[in-house]
């Protein structure tokens, strides 16, 4: 079983950032086999996929993440920061971090089986 949670986010004014961490556990696996990811959805839309990474570093974007998201992955402490630049009003959503077994990892959220109870980011203009 694999289990996250998720702290951070909060309200701020649009241009600052904020860092949203997620801590995974896994007992009886190596976090280098679990995949970690980003998720984000406003309510009464489809939640879209942000970024991942793999057990072993590797990292995936969406396009419309590239520019101003950055992850960090820090398996010594079981621990995926999402970093979010240059906010926009537009970035307010819940966001949620999900997990799963495996080390080819995708940014589909039903391949997902583990999921946090998600964090409010409220961006003012």
């Known amino acids: 079983q694999v289990h996250v949670v998720e702290s951070g986010g909060g309200s701020v004014q649009a241009g600052g950032s904020l860092t949203l961490n997620c801590t995974a556990s896994?007992?009886?696996?190596?976090?280098?086999?679990?995949?970690m990811a980003w998720f984000r959805r406003a309510p009464g839309k489809d939640g879209e996929g942000i970024a991942l990474?793999?057990?072993?570093?590797?990292?995936l974007y969406a396009d419309f993440a590239k520019e101003r998201f950055s992850l960090l992955r820090d398996n010594a402490k079981a621990i995926l920061s999402l970093r979010i630049d240059s906010l926009k009003p537009e970035d307010s959503d819940m966001y949620y971090c999900a997990a799963r077994l495996g080390t080819i990892c995708h940014l589909e959220p039903d391949l997902y089986i583990a999921w946090g109870q998600g964090i409010q980011i409220s961006v003012s203009s």
């Open positions: 990474a793999n057990g072993y570093g590797n990292k």
């Open positions: 896994a007992p009886g696996y190596t976090l280098r086999s679990v995949c």
